[in-house]
C-alpha cells in the first residue's frame, strides 16, 4: 500500500530564516506531487505541483519554491521566511490518471514568529 | 478559469438532522467532483465523488448529487452524529492540467 511521509510534524522559525520541509511518497512511482498551505482556519491554497522528476509548476507567486531531486521526493525551501508564511503545510499525492485522488500527509505546522 | 464557490462557510445542525452542502462550478467541461473532510489538526480524507456520468451517488450516510446543467453538486449528509463535525472541502477536476480547484471549506458543527 501507499504512505506519505511529512517531516518535521512542527516548526518554529524566526522572520528571515532559512526553511526546508521535505515529503516522501512509498509503495508508487511516477506520482503528481503537490504542496498546499493552509493558514489557520482557512482553505487549501493550491502551492505547486509536479508531475515528473524536475517538473515543478508554482500556483502563487512568493518566496517559497519546490524542488523534485527524485521520483518520489518533494522539497518545499524558502530562503527567508516571512511573518505570512505560517500555517499548515500539506503534501499531497495522486496517481497520474484522469481521475486523481489526491492523498494527503499528516502536515507540517509551521509558525513563523 | 475554473472557480468554485462553496457554501455555507458554517453549517450548525442539531444531531440525528442532515446537513446539505452546495458548491457551485464554472467550466462546464468539468467532470469530477470530490468532496473532502478535515477534522481538526488533521490531513484531508476523500470521502465520496462523482463523475460526470451519473447524478447522484451514496455510500451509507454520505450522498453527493450532480446538476450538470445548473453546474453545481451538494454534499448530503443524514442521520448526524458528533464525528461528523470537521471542516468539509468540495473540488472540481480543471481538464486544462487536470489539477483540482477547491472550495473554501465548510464548518459542520453538530449540536448534541
Known amino acids: 500500500s501507499q504512505t506519505i511521509h511529512q517531516w518535521p510534524a512542527t516548526l518554529v522559525q524566526p522572520v528571515g530564516s532559512p526553511l526546508s520541509l521535505e515529503c516522501t511518497v512509498e509503495g508508487t512511482s511516477n506520482p503528481n506531487l503537490y504542496w498546499y498551505r493552509q493558514a489557520a482556519g482557512r482553505g487549501l491554497q493550491l502551492l505547486f505541483y509536479s508531475v515528473g522528476i524536475g517538473q515543478i509548476s508554482s500556483e502563487v507567486p512568493q518566496n517559497l519554491s519546490a524542488s523534485r531531486p527524485q521520483d518520489r521526493q518533494f522539497i518545499l525551501s524558502s530562503k527567508k521566511l516571512l511573518l505570512s508564511d505560517s500555517g499548515f503545510y500539506l503534501c499531497?499525492?495522486?496517481?497520474?490518471?484522469?481521475?486523481?485522488?489526491?492523498?494527503f500527509g499528516p502536515g507540517t505546522r509551521l509558525t513563523v514568529l | 478559469g475554473e472557480n468554485v464557490e462553496q457554501h455555507p462557510s458554517t453549517l450548525s445542525v442539531q444531531e440525528g438532522d442532515s446537513a446539505v452542502i452546495k458548491c457551485t462550478y464554472s467550466d462546464s467541461a468539468s467532470n469530477y467532483f470530490p468532496w473532502y473532510k478535515q477534522e481538526l489538526g488533521k490531513r484531508p480524507q476523500l470521502i465520496i465523488d462523482i463523475r460526470s456520468n451519473v447524478g447522484e451517488k451514496k455510500d451509507q450516510r454520505i450522498a453527493v448529487t450532480l446538476n450538470k446543467t445548473a453546474k453545481h453538486f451538494s454534499l448530503h449528509i443524514t442521520e448526524t452524529q458528533p464525528e461528523d463535525s470537521a471542516v468539509y472541502f468540495c473540488a472540481v477536476l480543471k481538464r486544462s492540467n487536470y489539477q483540482l480547484i477547491w472550495g473554501a471549506g465548510t464548518k459542520l458543527i453538530i449540536k448534541p
Open positions: 499531497a499525492w495522486s496517481e497520474a490518471t484522469l481521475y486523481n485522488e489526491q492523498f
